[in-house]
């Protein structure tokens, strides 16, 4: 078996040559092969044979897992993203919005600490801090006291939101991903909208702290799972332990393989705000974030509408939202199984697989945004049949979820080893413009009305179009070229 130092690259190395495949380890470290210049990995999914090798490379752990076991794994992840979106919605108001802003950024911190420390030390310790900051929101017993409970909430459910992505692609080979993907996250698309649904109940038959000891109890179950079922699955983790156990075992130093702590530490934290300045990452995200942003615009405002317009009570409205909600499943999951479907279907016709190929669904996806916009706005406008109205969220609901997961899926391909990190990047804009949108929603509202309100938000979900275009037409060189400026 070949030395270990031969099988993966320190965290510190960064810099592979994008165009020779999918994080494939060199078997030399020469540094002259490894790391000609200093500049973060770009995959590119040539073969499935590549990508096979180079999990392999990064570790046989992954390999040992059962199928059944790797979506056991997956759903309790998938859980921990969960507790995220239904905390922020199921209490709304002003809170809504500051767990949305909170949760923007906190994610960049999971995931440079998985990437240092493991997945498995992220998703106990945040859960637990959601747990504990959970049960100070329901003794709380002033406004100060809540709004710091709120803030911390915010802080622990946020970390499975860019954490899971590297999990899935820890798990899970390319032609695997997509379905897991979607599955994965149907939490920030499902939440929102069942949040508002459980909270308005609660609520109304038990009380608002009941709320929170409702999340408390579902929080405490998921640390139970996550303490007692999730493994660690990160490989280059693995590696090091595994590593620092052979050296150990040779009697020679356990710290030799380690970069300094500070000078690591710095970059582990900086990489997410790196990835912030790379336009392939904007672009391929802009137009999820723009999705998520004007689906915040719609929900927000959907009680006020559906009350004044049909006369909707609260239960009835409710029972509103499960139409959006239904079409972020079908989409998400549906998008999921389009991609794995593509990438078999390249392999069977012998053509390069690249992660510009995952992008093909998202021209269906924006389609769809525009057509449930349009729908939505204009005919709550009109007051036309509530059954057209709620058709046009279904449809809104559908075309988010054909959005995010190619969108997602994308990323990850193109930086598989730092999957955490870009994707937390990436939840970065989708949170604010979540966080943003329903402060403007009452006053664009009350000035234009829902028909040309939602007439602006499909001429901007088109014009996002532009995006999607530019990636898949020079998505490579913008990567190859932003790895070599930003040497």
Known sequence: MAPLSQQVVDDSDECADPHQGSLSAPTSLDPSIICPEKYIVDCNLQNE???????????????????????????????????????SSIYVGLKFNMSSVYGSYKPMMWAALSERYGRRFVYIGATFIYVGSTVGCALSSNIGLFVAMRALQAVGASAAQAVGAGTVSDLFMVHERGNAMGLFFLGPLVGPVVGPIAGGYISEYLGWNYIFWFLSIMGAFILILLVFFLPETSPIIIKKRVEAKQRLSESQSTTEYKSPPHEQLMTTFMRPFRFLCKPVVLLVSLPYALAYGFMYFMISSLPHQLAYKYGFSSSQIGLAYLANGLGNVVGAVGSGKYADWLLKKLDTKQQERTPEARLSPMWLGISLLVVGELVYGWCVSKTIHIGVVLTGLFIFGLGVGVVQTPSNLYLVDAYQEYSASVISASNLLRCTMAACTPLLAPTILRSIGSGWAMTILASLTLMSTGCVFSVSRWGENMRYKYAKDHS
């Open 49 to 87: 044979s590549e990508n096979n090798s180079s999990m392999e490379s990064l570790g046989p752990y992954r390999s040992t897992f059962s199928s059944t076991r790797r979506w056991f794994i997956l759903l309790i992840v998938a859980l921990q993203g969960f507790l995220g979106p239904l905390s």
